[in-house]
């Protein structure tokens, strides 16, 4: 079955870096849609960067030029390389998988890694 699992988590100052992975098991992930979101306390979950199929990046206004999303089909794995953290980026980041199959999109979700930026 499908499965997600992150890790990288941790606790960083601001102006630090971190970086994120997600290990999938149980598809394809250069053959589907791959993001990280991000929720806060109090707040909604927000979309922080996706990559494509095809290899197209997108990513949130607040952290472009931060953040930076990549995978390695070798080891069907994804990363989010986190740079120059500010304490707005505090969140639980959950990696997500869209995969469509007979028309049918379904999202999975892993377990989510806590990152929290403070001095």
């Known amino acids: 079955q499908v499965q997600l699992v992150e890790s990288g988590g941790g606790l960083v100052q601001p102006g630090g870096s971190l970086r994120l992975t997600c290990a999938a098991s149980?598809?394809?992930?250069?053959?589907?849609?791959m993001a990280w979101y991000r929720q806060a306390p109090g707040k909604q979950r927000e979309l922080v960067a996706s990559i494509t199929s095809g290899g197209n990046v997108n990513y949130a206004d607040s952290v472009k030029g931060r953040f930076t999303i990549s995978r390695d089909s070798a080891k069907n794995t994804v990363y989010l390389q986190m740079n120059s953290l500010k304490p707005e980026d505090t969140a639980v980041y959950s990696c997500?998988?869209?995969?469509?199959?007979?028309?049918?999109?379904?999202?999975?979700w892993g377990q989510g890694t806590q990152v929290t930026v403070s001095s």
């Open positions: 149980g598809f394809t992930i250069s053959g589907d849609r």
């Open positions: 997500n998988a869209r995969l469509i199959a007979v028309g049918v999109v379904r999202d999975y």
